[in-house]
């Protein structure tokens, strides 16, 4: 098993562009989540969903959207970026009944 | 909604010593509590973990134990190695997805 993964693993982009970032997992996996990570300030959620069809919002969702079309898939995207939203982004899963699996992250810079 | 606090933030200790990490937390409905160690560029990966209706738990050289009435649990590492060195996080969640992580502890183990 792959576990989670996750892409691109580093991107730039500039005030206002818009992009996707990719998680999959192959451990069937009902609940996924998207977690930003910023010095001094450990891991904030941004969305959830556990199940196919299924989202919900974190502790910060603004500027972010995700859909769950898929067990397998939960991609989160950036509607405009903003340079606030520099960070290092993490995609997990977990079977609903322990500890979650993270992916190795994707850092994003917005300039 | 829940809110984690960590402490220390840093923690230096001599290899062979024994590392303590304790963490708060202030919603009383919170019934799960994991342990998560990132090593450098990587995803945080789960070490133990505890629910509300154990008081403490051991794994070889780690161990937690909570107090659900103070409303604290901590993270005890004995005989740390060097390889222990890494940043460590304690979180607390009423629903698996819905995760509050504490800012972190940054443990390095001098040989």
């Known amino acids: 098993n792959a576990g989670v993964t996750q892409t691109p693993k580093f991107q730039v982009l500039k005030t206002g562009q818009s992009m996707t970032l990719q998680c999959a997992q192959d451990m069937n996996h009902e609940y996924m989540s998207w977690y930003r990570q910023d010095p001094g300030m450990g891991l904030r959620l941004i969305h959830y969903s556990v199940g196919a069809g299924i989202t919900d919002q974190g502790e910060v969702p603004n500027g972010y959207n995700v859909s769950r079309s898929t067990t397998e898939d939960f991609p989160l995207r950036l509607l405009s970026a903003a340079p606030s939203q520099t960070s290092v982004y993490f995609c997990?899963?977990?079977?609903?009944?322990?500890?979650?699996?993270f992916g190795p992250g994707t850092r994003l810079t917005v300039t | 909604g829940e809110n984690v606090e960590q402490h220390p933030s840093t923690l230096s200790v001599q290899e062979g010593d024994s590392a303590v990490i304790k963490c708060t937390y202030s919603?009383?409905?919170?019934?799960?509590f994991p342990w998560y160690k990132q090593e450098l560029g990587k995803g945080p990966q789960l070490i133990i973990d505890i629910r509300s209706n154990v008081g403490e738990k051991k794994d070889q050289r780690i161990a937690v134990t909570l107090n659900k009435t103070a409303k604290h649990f901590s993270l005890h590492i004995t005989e740390t190695q060097p390889e222990d060195s890494a940043v460590y996080f304690c979180?607390?969640?009423?629903?698996?997805?819905?995760?509050?992580f504490g800012a972190g502890t940054r443990l390095t183990v001098k040989p």
């Open positions: 979180a607390a969640s009423t629903r698996n997805n819905d995760m509050r």
């Open positions: 919603d009383s409905a919170s019934n799960y």
């Open positions: 997990a899963s977990s079977p609903g009944t322990g500890g979650q699996y």
